[in-house]
T-cell receptor
Framework: ETGVTQSPTHLIKTRGQQVTLRCSSQSGHNTVSWYQQALGQGPQFIFQYYREEENGRGNFPPRFSGLQFPNYSSELNVNALELDDSALYLC???????????FGNGTRLTVT | AQKITQTQPGMFVQEKEAVTLDCTYDTSDQSYGLFWYKQPSSGEMIFLIYQGSYDEQNATEGRYSLNFQKARKSANLVISASQLGDSAMYFCAMRGSPAYSGAGSYQLTFGKGTKLSVIP
């Protein structure tokens, strides 16, 4: 079975720009969530999508937005990038039952 | 609000020895789930083991076991027979109620992690 894949692996952007990160969920998983992991910290929950609807959000501003597509792939969009947005962004997918999240390798975003 | 505390920033263990990584949690939820993930330097979070709050037996998965003490709100990870490939960051995480429903139950709260180094 194919795992969670994310693209790109690395990205460098300038403050004020916009970025789109992509995620392909593990086959059969209908829930996807995104996490931000700053250097030396544990991941922080950004938001979750279930059947193309956002149904959970962490303490992140509206400039963090997302989409989930019918094939359960997903995007994370960040507008007006700030230096503090530099982090590893992790996508995770899961089934509906209390099964564990399966994470991708992440996208490392650097904002200069 | 939920909180996960991992008090060991770094741990060293001799190859083939056992090691315990500490995790305490705080929640007002009656039903919750506890997870351990491993993060190698490559960045991927690898699921290791899960314990439900109503599970009577401590979870085990191969060389990993979870020492769950509900009254103490602790969920320590025990790795037996350490291997060089076990060197990585280890994160304890919690998923709160509704832990056993469908959508809306996948927000994990993570601790700050413990860096494990296995010495040959």
């Amino acid at each position: 079975e194919t795992g969670v894949t994310q693209s790109p692996t690395h990205l460098i952007k300038t403050r004020g720009q916009q970025v789109t990160l992509r995620c392909s969920s593990q086959s059969g998983h209908n829930t996807v969530s995104w996490y931000q992991q700053a250097l030396g910290q544990g991941p922080q929950f950004i938001f979750q999508y279930y059947r193309e609807e956002e149904n959970g959000r962490g303490n992140f501003p509206p400039r963090f937005s997302g989409l989930q597509f019918p094939n359960y792939s997903s995007e994370l969009n960040v507008n007006a990038l700030e230096l503090d947005d530099s982090a590893l962004y992790l996508c995770a997918s899961s089934l509906e039952s209390p099964s564990p999240l399966h994470f991708g390798n992440g996208t490392r975003l650097t904002v200069t | 609000a939920q909180k996960i505390t991992q008090t060991q920033p770094g741990m060293f263990v001799q190859e083939k020895e056992a090691v315990t990584l500490d995790c305490t949690y705080d929640t007002s939820d009656q039903s919750y789930g506890l997870f351990w993930y491993k993060q190698p330097s490559s960045g991927e979070m690898i699921f290791l083991i899960y314990q439900g709050s109503y599970d009577e037996q401590n979870a085990t998965e191969g060389r990993y076991s979870l020492n769950f003490q509900k009254a103490r709100k602790s969920a320590n990870l025990v790795i037996s027979a350490s291997q060089l490939g076990d060197s990585a960051m280890y994160f304890c995480a919690m998923r709160g109620s509704p832990a056993y429903s469908g959508a809306g139950s996948y927000q994990l709260t993570f601790g700050k992690g413990t860096k494990l180094s296995v010495i040959p």
